[in-house]
C-alpha cells in the first residue's frame, strides 16, 4: 500500500464535514467506450485501473449513471465491491444520453428518484455518499430538483447532495433546499472561468471537484505549456497540472480520469509533488 504518496501534500478533505477523503481522486468516465457510450475496448483493463487507483490509496472515485451509461458504475462494482470501508463512490444523475456525446439534463423529480434507486442496484449499496445533479435542467425549478434529492437524503438512500456545472447564486439558491457539500465544474490550469465558484466554495468549505483537471490529456499531450516547466522540475506535465490545483485551494478535490494504469500511477504521484512559491506562481502565469 503506497498510501504516503497521497498523504502529503495532497492532504485530505473532509466531505460534508464527515468523510475524509484523499484530495486527490480517481475520475471514472475515460473507463467506458468512445464517446462516453458503450464498453471500453479493454475491459479487464478498465477493471485493473479501477483496482490500481484503489491499492495506490486513492479513496475518492466519481462517477455518473450517464457513463457508459451504467457502464462505468457497473464497472466499479465489478471490480471493487465489497467495497474497503473508507472508499466514498461519488456518482451522479439528471442527464440523459441518445448516443455516443450526446447529453441531455432532465431533472424531472420522478427521473432523479429512479436514477438515484438504479444507482443504489447497481452499485450495490444502500446509500451513496455523494450524489451530485449533474446539470440543472433549466425547465424544472431548481429547489424541486434538489428536493427530491433531499427527500431521499431524509430517506436514507442519499449522504450528501452536490451539484455539478453550477454558479454561486444557484449553489445558494440551492443550498435553501438542502446541505450543499460539493460543486462539480470544469477548472484546471489553462481554463479557469470558474474561479469566482472556487472563491465561494473556499469561503463555505465546499468542496471543489474540478473535472477535466488536466484538460482531457491537452495539458499532458506533447507540446503542452507545462512542459519546459516539467521539465525542469523533473516531474510530468499532467504532475504539474494536478499539483498546481491541489496548491491552488484545499477545497479543490482533482478527479484525474484515465483509462491506463500507467498514467494512473503517475497522475496518483501528483499528491507528492510540492511546488514552491516560485513555481506555483510560475505555472499560474503560464495559461
Ligand atoms: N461534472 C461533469 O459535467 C463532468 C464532465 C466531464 C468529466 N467529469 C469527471 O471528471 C473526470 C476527469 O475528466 P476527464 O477524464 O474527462 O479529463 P482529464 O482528467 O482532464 O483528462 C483525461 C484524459 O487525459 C489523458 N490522461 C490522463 N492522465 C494522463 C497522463 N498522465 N499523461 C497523458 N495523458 C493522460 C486520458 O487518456 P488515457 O486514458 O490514455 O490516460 C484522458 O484522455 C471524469 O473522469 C469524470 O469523472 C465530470
New binding site residues.
Given amino acids: 500500500m503506497t498510501d504516503a504518496r497521497l498523504t502529503a501534500p495532497g492532504g485530505t478533505f473532509q466531505l460534508g464535514g464527515d468523510l475524509p477523503v484523499h484530495r486527490l481522486g480517481y475520475?471514472?468516465?475515460?473507463i467506458t467506450g468512445k464517446g462516453i457510450w458503450g464498453e471500453p475496448s479493454d475491459r479487464a483493463g478498465a477493471v485493473a485501473v479501477l483496482r490500481r487507483a484503489v491499492e495506490l490509496g486513492v479513496n475518492f472515485i466519481?462517477?455518473?449513471d450517464s457513463y457508459g451509461p451504467y457502464v462505468s458504475e457497473d464497472l466499479i462494482r465489478e471490480a471493487l465491491h465489497p467495497y474497503p470501508a473508507d472508499l466514498v463512490i461519488a456518482t451522479?444523475g439528471g442527464l440523459v444520453r441518445t448516443g455516443p456525446d450526446k447529453w441531455i439534463p432532465v431533472g424531472r423529480p420522478a427521473y432523479l428518484r429512479q436514477q438515484v434507486e438504479m444507482s443504489l442496484r447497481r452499485l450495490g449499496i444502500d446509500r451513496i455518499d455523494l450524489y451530485?445533479l449533474?446539470?440543472v435542467d433549466p425547465d424544472v425549478p431548481l429547489a424541486d430538483q434538489v428536493g427530491e434529492l433531499k427527500a431521499l437524503q431524509d430517506e436514507g438512500k442519499i449522504r450528501h447532495i452536490g451539484l455539478?456545472?453550477v454558479d454561486s447564486a444557484q449553489i445558494e439558491e440551492a443550498g435553501r433546499t438542502a446541505r450543499i457539500v460539493s460543486v462539480?465544474n470544469?477548472f484546471?490550469l489553462a481554463d479557469r472561468h470558474h474561479e469566482a465558484v472556487l472563491d465561494y466554495a473556499e469561503r463555505n468549505d465546499i468542496a471543489f471537484i474540478p473535472?477535466?483537471?488536466?484538460?482531457?490529456?491537452q495539458l499532458?499531450?506533447p507540446g503542452s505549456v507545462l512542459e519546459d516547466a516539467a521539465e525542469k522540475h523533473g516531474s510530468?506535465p499532467?504532475q504539474l497540472a494536478l499539483a498546481w490545483l491541489l496548491r491552488r485551494s484545499p477545497v479543490l478535490l482533482p478527479?484525474?480520469?484515465?483509462?491506463?494504469v500507467g498514467?494512473l500511477e503517475?497522475?496518483v504521484a501528483a499528491a507528492a509533488v510540492e511546488l514552491s512559491d516560485a513555481e506555483y506562481d510560475e505555472l499560474s502565469a503560464l495559461a
Avoid: C, V
Wanted: no cysteine; net charge negative; glycine share 8%.
Fill in positions: 475520475g471514472a468516465m475515460q466519481d462517477t455518473a451522479k451530485q449533474h446539470r455539478s456545472e462539480q470544469l484546471n473535472w477535466f483537471p488536466i484538460a482531457t490529456g499532458a499531450a510530468s499532467a478527479i484525474p480520469g484515465t483509462s491506463s498514467h503517475e497522475n
